[in-house]
């Protein structure tokens, strides 16, 4: 994803890479080089340490890199408190297709008795499961609660353990890795006699390109803590 972020960047007429930086590099070197915005797309077990850099450096983040439960974005909130001009965006997904298809997922819940996540990923992907099937779950979990609704009716005995997926705030998330794949998830909703399926597929890590950018552009002017790039793109 860095690469792909770099290729993007020098794309774009009104931005600029003034450094990149991987495993064992210095972070002092973003700071030097007088970067506005670092864009992380890293892992779970070092994103925070490179927010809390950012936020001592006075450097806006825009964050991809996944592992964020509520207690880890409370962190990041705070850590902002006292920096009132910064902002960090941690968005699980910035493909605008991946970002619809929560929102119509969130939308379709409260009609369905059950809900699962099928999420299929590249081989190489460093955790299970994905950042977006994790958001989409507790999202559609929440519609599921405003709206009343009982726990779904399914059964969640397994024969063998795993066998129904993990439970996200009760909602089964199942995560297949596939030599051939890049990054596709289904949301599968199904009441008496009738289902419905979203899904989005990613064939190429451009997707993921114009909401990087977006967010790159726009995170100067929002300040705090941002989950999700919905509110950039208007939704
Ligand atoms: N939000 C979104 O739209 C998307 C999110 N992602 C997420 O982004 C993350 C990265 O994915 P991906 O690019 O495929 O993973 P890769 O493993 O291909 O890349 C991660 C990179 O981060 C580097 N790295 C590791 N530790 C540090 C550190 N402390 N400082 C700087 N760089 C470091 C690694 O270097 P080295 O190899 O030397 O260890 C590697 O180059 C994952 O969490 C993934 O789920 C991915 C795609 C889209
Ligand atoms: O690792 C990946 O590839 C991806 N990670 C993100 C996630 O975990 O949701 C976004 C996308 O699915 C690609």
């Known amino acids: 994803m860095g690469t792909e972020v770099v290729k993007a960047v020098n794309a774009a007429d009104d931005l600029e890479v003034v450094a990149m930086v991987d495993s064992g590099d210095w972070l002092f070197d973003i ?19 490179n927010i809390r850099f950012c936020i001592d450096n006075n450097i806006h983040c825009v964050v991809g890199t996944t592992g964020f439960d509520e207690e880890k974005l409370a962190t990041v ?22 970002v619809l298809l929560m929102r119509f997922a969130q939308e379709a819940a409260r009609f369905f008795p059950s809900t699962e996540i099928v999420e299929l990923h590249h081989p ?4 299970a499961p994905s950042g977006t099937a994790v ?19 399914d059964a969640t005995t397994d024969s063998l353990p795993g066998a129904r997926g993990a439970d996200v705030e009760g909602v089964p998330v199942h995560a297949v890795r596939l030599t051939g794949l890049v990054a596709h998830q289904e949301v599968l909703m199904g009441a008496a006699g009738e289902t419905l399926t979203i899904r989005h597929d990613s064939y190429d ?31």
Request: hydrophobic share 45%; charged share 20%; net charge positive.
């Open 124 to 127: 190489h992907k460093v955790d």
């Open 205 to 235: 890590r451009a997707s993921f390109m114009p909401g990087v950018l977006l967010a790159v552009r726009e995170i100067g002017r929002r300040p705090g803590l941002t989950v999700g790039i919905e509110s950039f793109l208007g939704l």
């Open 31 to 49: 700071a030097n080089a007088g970067a506005q915005v670092v864009v992380d797309f890293t892992r779970p077990d070092v994103v925070m340490d």
């Open 77 to 98: 909130a705070q850590w902002l408190e006292p920096k009132p001009d910064l902002g960090v965006v941690i968005a699980p997904n910035f493909g605008i297709g991946a």
């Open 135 to 153: 958001r989409t779950a507790r999202l559609v979990a929440a519609a599921r609660r405003s709206a009343g609704l009982p726990p779904s009716p």
